[in-house]
C-alpha cells in the first residue's frame, strides 16, 4: 500500500509539470530474467554504445560551480542526493518539450526558468528519494535530444550541470572568419585590388588649388602613387618634378594609370605643375618621413571607409 502511495504522488507531480512519463515500480524480479543472446551485429551496437557511455571525455567546471560535459560525445553522468537540488541548464533560448525517466517512483523532476525574456533559460531540477539509485533520463528540446545517467548519493553530488556545444563553437567561427574576410575587404582599394594595411597615406598637399589637385598620395613602400581628381580628364594633366637633395625639381619615371600617377620610387618632396609663367599652378607633395620611416601599418587619420567609398 505505502508503494502505491509513492508512485501515485511520483504520477502527480510529473502530470502537473506538464513533463511524459509512466510511473514504472522498480521491482527486482524484472531485474532477475535471462539476457536474450545477442548476434555478431547486436554485440558490435552494444560495444558501440558501451564505448559512448564510458567515453574518456571528462567534465570540467566553469565559474559559479557549473559542471560542463561536451554535448553528444558521452552519456553524462549528474550525481544527486537526497534532500539536494540537482540544476540541470539547458542552451540559452532552447525549450523543453518532454523530460522521461527510467524510474519515475524514486526520482523527481521539475521545470525551472531563469533569466529576461530575451534569454530565457530552462533548468531541469532533479531529486532523488533514496541513496543508491541509478537510472537514465532523456530530455527532447527544440534544439537537441539530450541523454543522462542518474546516480544518487548521501554527498559528492552536483549542484550545477550545464553543456558546451561543439556546433555553437563552429558557428563562432564561421561568423567569426564571415567578419574577418568583410574587414579585410573593406581594406582593399576597389579599384586597384591595394591592401589598406600595406600602404602608407601620411602626405602633405600644399599650394594651389587647381581643379587637378591630388585627392590623395600614400605608398606602398616600393612605388608613390598619386591619385588625381576625375575633373583632370578634362584639363591638361601637369608634370610631375620630384625635388632633389639640391632643392632642385627632377624628372623622374612615372607612369599615368587611369586617374593615378605611379611613380617607381618613393620620394620625400615633389611638386605637380602645370602652366608657366603668372599662369603656372603648383602644388607641392611632402612624405612625413619621421612616421614612414617608422612603418606604421596605416596612418591614423586615413579613415578605412572614406579611402574605400573616394
Same mark, same amino acid.
Given at each position: 500500500?505505502?508503494?502505491?502511495? *509513492?508512485?501515485?504522488? &511520483?504520477?502527480?507531480? !510529473?502530470? #502537473?509539470? +506538464?513533463?511524459?512519463?509512466?510511473?514504472?515500480? @522498480?521491482?527486482?524480479?524484472?531485474?532477475?530474467?535471462?539476457?536474450?543472446?545477442?548476434?555478431?551485429?547486436?554485440?558490435?551496437?552494444?560495444?558501440?554504445?558501451?564505448?559512448? *557511455?564510458?567515453?574518456? &571525455?571528462?567534465?570540467? !567546471?566553469? #565559474?559559479? +560551480?557549473?559542471?560542463?560535459?561536451?554535448?553528444? @560525445?558521452?552519456?553524462?553522468?549528474?550525481?544527486?542526493a537526497p534532500l539536494k537540488?540537482?540544476?540541470?541548464?539547458?542552451?540559452?533560448?532552447?525549450?523543453?518539450?518532454?523530460?522521461?525517466?527510467?524510474?519515475?517512483?524514486?526520482?523527481?523532476?521539475?521545470?525551472?526558468?531563469?533569466?529576461?525574456?530575451?534569454?530565457?533559460?530552462?533548468?531541469?531540477?532533479?531529486?532523488?528519494?533514496?541513496?543508491?539509485?541509478?537510472?537514465?533520463?532523456?530530455?527532447?528540446?527544440?534544439?537537441?535530444?539530450?541523454?543522462?545517467?542518474?546516480?544518487?548519493?548521501?554527498?559528492?553530488?552536483?549542484?550545477?550541470?550545464?553543456?558546451?556545444?561543439?556546433?555553437?563553437?563552429?558557428?563562432?567561427?564561421?561568423?567569426?572568419?564571415?567578419?574577418?574576410?568583410?574587414?579585410?575587404?573593406?581594406?582593399?582599394?576597389?579599384?586597384?585590388?591595394?591592401?589598406?594595411?600595406?600602404?602608407?597615406?601620411?602626405?602633405?598637399?600644399?599650394?594651389?588649388?587647381?581643379?587637378?589637385?591630388?585627392?590623395?598620395?600614400?605608398?606602398?613602400?616600393?612605388?608613390?602613387?598619386?591619385?588625381?581628381?576625375?575633373?583632370?580628364?578634362?584639363?591638361?594633366?601637369?608634370?610631375?618634378?620630384?625635388?632633389?637633395?639640391?632643392?632642385?625639381?627632377?624628372?623622374?619615371?612615372?607612369?599615368?594609370?587611369?586617374?593615378?600617377?605611379?611613380?617607381?620610387?618613393?620620394?620625400?618632396?615633389?611638386?605637380?605643375?602645370?602652366?608657366?609663367?603668372?599662369?603656372?599652378?603648383k602644388v607641392e607633395i611632402?612624405?612625413?618621413?619621421?612616421?614612414?620611416?617608422?612603418?606604421?601599418?596605416?596612418?591614423?587619420?586615413?579613415?578605412?571607409?572614406?579611402?574605400?567609398?573616394?
Amino acid at each position: 500500500m505505502k508503494m502505491k502511495r *509513492i508512485v501515485l504522488v &511520483s504520477a502527480f507531480l !510529473i502530470s #502537473e509539470l +506538464g513533463f511524459s512519463g509512466v510511473p514504472d515500480i @522498480v521491482n527486482s524480479a524484472a531485474l532477475t530474467g535471462k539476457d536474450p543472446v545477442l548476434n555478431k551485429k547486436e554485440w558490435h551496437a552494444a560495444k558501440l554504445a558501451h564505448s559512448w *557511455i564510458n567515453a574518456k &571525455s571528462k567534465p570540467f !567546471i566553469k #565559474e559559479e +560551480g557549473k559542471i560542463l560535459y561536451t554535448f553528444g @560525445v558521452t552519456l553524462p553522468s549528474v550525481i544527486c542526493a537526497p534532500l539536494k537540488v540537482c540544476d540541470i541548464e539547458m542552451e540559452p533560448g532552447e525549450k523543453i518539450k518532454n523530460v522521461m525517466l527510467g524510474d519515475t517512483a524514486r526520482w523527481q523532476v521539475k521545470p525551472a526558468v531563469s533569466g529576461s525574456e530575451q534569454g530565457l533559460i530552462s533548468h531541469i531540477v532533479v531529486k532523488p528519494f533514496e541513496v543508491g539509485l541509478v537510472t537514465t533520463m532523456m530530455v527532447t528540446t527544440d534544439r537537441r535530444t539530450y541523454h543522462f545517467k542518474l546516480l544518487s548519493r548521501k554527498s559528492n553530488y552536483m549542484p550545477r550541470v550545464a553543456f558546451i556545444y561543439p556546433e555553437k563553437v563552429n558557428r563562432q567561427w564561421d561568423i567569426f572568419y564571415a567578419n574577418y574576410e568583410k574587414s579585410q575587404h573593406r581594406k582593399i582599394i576597389p579599384a586597384t585590388g591595394e591592401k589598406l594595411d600595406d600602404l602608407f597615406f601620411d602626405y602633405e598637399i600644399s599650394g594651389d588649388s587647381p581643379p587637378w589637385k591630388p585627392v590623395r598620395v600614400y605608398n606602398n613602400g616600393v612605388k608613390t602613387i598619386i591619385q588625381m581628381p576625375k575633373a583632370m580628364a578634362q584639363t591638361e594633366a601637369p608634370a610631375l618634378l620630384v625635388v632633389g637633395a639640391d632643392g632642385q625639381g627632377q624628372i623622374v619615371n612615372y607612369r599615368l594609370k587611369g586617374d593615378r600617377y605611379i611613380v617607381d620610387q618613393i620620394f620625400e618632396e615633389a611638386m605637380l605643375i602645370s602652366g608657366v609663367g603668372r599662369r603656372q599652378m603648383k602644388v607641392e607633395i611632402e612624405l612625413n618621413s619621421e612616421k614612414f620611416f617608422k612603418r606604421p601599418q596605416l596612418n591614423e587619420g586615413a579613415r578605412t571607409d572614406e579611402i574605400v567609398s573616394n
